[in-house]
């Protein structure tokens, strides 16, 4: 008997490996023109579109009914004025999804020497990404550089994809291609994916698939509490990290870096809590931005919640709607945490 999710497993491994590989040649040859500044200020480069246009490819070869909530969508490139850009990203969309098979890819899956699509289908597959979400169906999700800001700074970034199903998160890959796949090896090998499914555990990948090692948030020795969080102030509330450090008597330094690479670094216990909340803005967090990293929590024997303690519904569209700040770590700290952070918003006269 299969597993459940099984093919969806195989073929989204297929993809965060091939778009893990494409944005790390991307990042080598990167020049200064090839990046963009979107409505909200914030950067895409060649790459975040090349990846999404083969994730896409893959899953709509496979998986032809299931929408997709992407993060990018391809109306600028199709501007006349972006045509060498669109170049760049059919060029490198089709030098990933040509490369020769590798573990676990079969030839049905449409890649490989051969398999190139047209400028036309590389964009129609990064606008595959426009679904809306929503409460019932199935769907995925999909970040093709989380962290831009990092990629760009050679940083942490993570090409995040995960499955939904009437709003939970069922399948989720966290895929960090600078991130040393062992914790005390620093410089050593970098390159690892996250994976787990709803009810069957998580691990963690190299991205070359030769090793796995099966994942469960240790508990946290007393004394020894840290925070990951986010590297860019303007993505979360650093200060307010300082007062909780102090409520709870944190001594150690926090580790920052960009992207749901933070919720892979708690699953393996290189942090002891991820602490993420909101600048005042308004800004609502987008589902693709925790899915997977959520789900891994919770299959590691963790809890998330948002800084009143709700869970995060992934079933709202294509943001997590009302989850206002949120609190991942093991069962052993979540409740202190959640109880110094309202203890934090009531001194500042917050809910
Ligand atoms: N104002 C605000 N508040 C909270 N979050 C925001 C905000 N603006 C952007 N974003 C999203 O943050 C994503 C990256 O955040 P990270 O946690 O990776 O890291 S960091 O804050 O950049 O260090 C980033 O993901 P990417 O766009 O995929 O890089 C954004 O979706
Ligand atoms: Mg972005
Ligand atoms: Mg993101
Ligand atoms: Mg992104």
Known sequence: MTLPYAFEKQVALVAVRRAC??????????????????????????????AQAVVNTILGRAFPADPIVGEEDAAEMRQESNSELKNRIIALANEALTAPLGPGETSDLGLGPGQERTPEELMDAIDRGGDQGGRTGRRWTLDPIDGTKGFLRGGQYAVCLALIVDGKVVLGLIGCPNLPVKSDEPNGRKGCI??????????????????????????????????????????????????I???????????????????????????????????????????????????????????????????????????????YGFIAAGKDVHGQVLAAVQQALAEIGRK
């Open 21 to 50: 590989a494409l944005t790390s040649s991307v990042f080598n040859r990167l020049v200064k023109n090839e990046t963009l500044t979107k409505g909200d200020k914030s950067p895409v480069t060649v790459g975040d579109y090349s």
């Open 245 to 323: 450090s102090e409520l709870l008597n944190i001594t150690r330094a926090p580790a920052r870096m960009d992207s749901q690479a933070k919720y892979g670094c708690l699953a393996r216990g290189d942090g002891g809590v991820y602490l993420r909340m909101p600048t005042g803005t308004g800004y609502r967090e987008k589902i693709w931005d925790h899915a997977s990293g959520s789900l891994l929590v919770e299959e590691c024997g963790g809890i998330i919640t948002d800084s009143r303690g709700k869970s995060l519904d992934f079933g709202l569209g294509r943001s997590l709607g009302e989850n």
């Open 194 to 243: 996250f994976v787990v499914v709803k009810g069957q555990g998580a691990e963690q990948v190299t991205l070359s698939g030769d090793r796995s090692v099966p994942l469960t948030i240790p508990p946290v020795v007393p004394g020894t509490l840290n925070f990951l969080e986010s590297v860019e102030a303007a993505h979360a509330d650093l200060a307010f990290n300082n007062r």
